[in-house]
């Protein structure tokens, strides 16, 4: 069965720098790849996702690249802020008839 | 719009006592529903998902269960509560159909076994 992993586990940067997450996948038939971001407390909120007719995606500070000959993709945040401090979730998925399957998660933080 | 309803929020229950949580998705017919459990500092765990009414599938064995009663309820049960069921619990839906859907997720309950 798929398989996703995540690295780093936690990651620390100072407010305006970069944060990198990336993940790898094993099925090759996985063409959905969904971004999670969740608050202490809360339930993952969806932040973005991409499919693997596209190569890049981008909405405001975020953006998420795909390279399926590598079977991996990456979760880009420019300027952070201190609210970006949370913990990110990157998963993948064949069809909406299967099973998201998710990566252990990054501790991001975020400091002022 | 779509909206998913959890609760409730927080409960404290002792060893031994029985385990009612409801999950209720509104402004979408036929969701996709799913229970996952997420310990302290932890991934999520995925425990039952449902296709439809009476339809569900466990993915690991447990002291738990589910049941969907009408499309867009989902509630997770125990008859008997372990410490070991403590955590963070997650209602989650997506649409059915063709091409890929997110998942989207409730605020969760927070259960302590006592």
């Known amino acids: 069965g798929e398989n996703v992993e995540q690295h780093p586990s936690t990651l620390s940067v100072q407010e305006g720098d970069s944060a990198v997450i990336k993940c790898t996948y094993s099925?090759?038939?996985?063409?959905?790849f969904p971004w999670y971001k969740q608050e202490l407390g809360k339930g993952p909120q969806l932040i973005i996702d991409?499919?693997?007719?596209?190569g890049e995606k981008k909405d405001q500070r975020i953006a998420v690249t795909l390279n399926k000959t590598a079977k991996h993709f990456s979760l880009h945040i420019t300027e952070t802020q201190p609210e970006d401090s949370a913990v990110y979730f990157c998963a993948a998925r064949k069809t909406s008839y299967d099973k998201v399957i998710f990566g252990p998660g990054t501790s991001l933080s975020v400091i002022p | 719009s779509q909206t998913i309803h959890q609760w409730p929020a927080t409960l404290v229950q002792p060893v031994g006592s029985p385990l009612s949580l409801e999950c209720t998705v509104e402004?979408?017919?036929?969701?996709?529903l799913y229970w996952y459990r997420q310990a302290a500092g932890r991934g999520l765990q995925l425990l039952f998902y449902s296709v439809g009414i009476g339809q569900i599938s466990s993915e690991v064995p447990q002291n738990l269960s589910a049941s969907r009663p009408q499309d867009r309820q989902f509630i997770l049960s125990s008859k008997k509560l372990l410490l070991s069921d403590s955590g963070f619990y997650l209602c989650a839906w997506s649409p059915t159909g063709f091409g890929n859907q997110p998942q989207h997720f409730g605020d969760g309950t927070r259960l302590s076994i006592l």
């Open positions: 402004g979408t017919s036929n969701p996709n």
């Open positions: 099925d090759s038939a996985s063409n959905y």
């Open positions: 991409i499919r693997s007719n596209v």
